[in-house]
């Protein structure tokens, strides 16, 4: 299952969202792939309903959800209030939450149980900042940053972990910058993070996140263990969107030629 999930960030009004679903209905997804958007809060049911009215099976999820079911944690997203809507999944430690509001190894790792215990679908983003990449801390960064995740994970049967909890690997430095990691270090850095899982016990997704564009992401997604991207600027636009999942379901052979 390959996937392809647009992070809308703070972005659209609702006359855009419905825009967006309206160019898209009747988008063929192949049973072998699947597609996500994630819009920001008070656009949610919007989108949920856009989905529903062009029937669209593209998934809705939220881009953060609070670590409490409910109470006084004023400017959270509870869980109870995204399954109402009709939401299945949700981002979890984006590095713009990370970097401007405080999302800490440990309180990403109690998101991410809320939304697993809950059924929800989970995206946790991982990934080093320049800095970081510089003074060759890849590794241990995605390392501690993953060490929580699948201590969480341990929790629930592993069989649901594969189909439930995707890890997004996007480098800090990559992201809204139109600086893509290039062909070698994002096969390094899968790499790196699939044979980590496995040595866990876990076979999980990967995706890769950060100026990914529908010119450059055929090669990426062909890339050994990348599973699909979680897309930010390039998913905003119908057009657009519709591009880089056409270069998803290419066949590698398309790619190369
Ligand atoms: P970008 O964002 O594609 O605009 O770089 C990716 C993300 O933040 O998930």
């Given at each position: 299952m390959a996937l392809l999930a647009g992070n809308w960030k703070l972005f659209k009004t609702r006359p855009d969202v419905e825009a967006f679903f309206k160019e898209l209905e009747g988008l063929e997804i192949p049973a072998s792939h699947k597609c996500a958007v994630a819009p920001s809060p008070v656009l949610l049911e919007?989108?949920?309903?856009?989905?529903?009215?062009?029937?669209?099976?593209?998934?809705?999820?939220?881009?953060?959800?609070?670590?409490?079911?409910?109470?006084?944690f004023t400017g959270e997203i509870g869980v109870k209030q995204l399954l109402e809507l009709g939401v299945s999944g949700t981002l979890v430690a984006h590095s713009e939450r990370r970097q401007f509001f405080g999302e800490t190894d440990a309180t990403a790792a109690e998101r991410c149980k809320i939304a697993l215990e809950n059924g929800l679908d989970v995206l946790f983003c991982i990934g080093e900042n320049l800095e970081e990449r510089r003074h060759g801390r890849f590794e241990s960064v995605c390392e501690s940053q993953l060490e929580e995740v699948l201590k969480v994970a341990g929790q629930f049967p592993k069989s649901m972990m594969?189909?439930?909890?995707?890890?997004?690997?996007?480098?800090?430095?990559?992201?809204?910058?139109g600086v893509t990691a290039n062909n070698q270090e994002i096969q390094d850095s899968h790499s790196f993070i699939h044979?980590?899982?496995?040595?866990?016990?876990?076979?999980?997704?990967?995706?890769?996140?950060?100026?990914?564009?529908?010119?450059?992401?055929?090669?990426?997604?062909?890339?050994?263990?990348?599973?699909?991207?979680?897309?930010?600027?390039?998913?905003?636009?119908?057009?657009?969107?519709?591009?880089?999942?056409?270069?998803?379901?290419?066949?590698?052979?398309?790619?190369?030629?």
């Open positions: 919007t989108a949920v309903r856009s989905a529903k009215n062009t029937q669209s099976a593209i998934q809705i999820l939220s881009q953060n959800i609070a670590y409490k079911s409910e109470g006084a594969t189909e439930k909890l995707i890890i997004a690997y996007e480098p800090v430095w990559a992201i809204g910058t044979s980590f899982n496995l040595k866990a016990g876990y076979d999980l997704k990967i995706l890769y996140g950060g100026s990914v564009k529908p010119d450059n992401f055929g090669a990426i997604s062909k890339t050994p263990h990348v599973s699909g991207a979680l897309v930010g600027g390039a998913s905003l636009e119908a057009k657009s969107y519709k591009a880089l999942l056409e270069c998803l379901t290419r066949p590698l052979s398309s790619v190369n030629s």
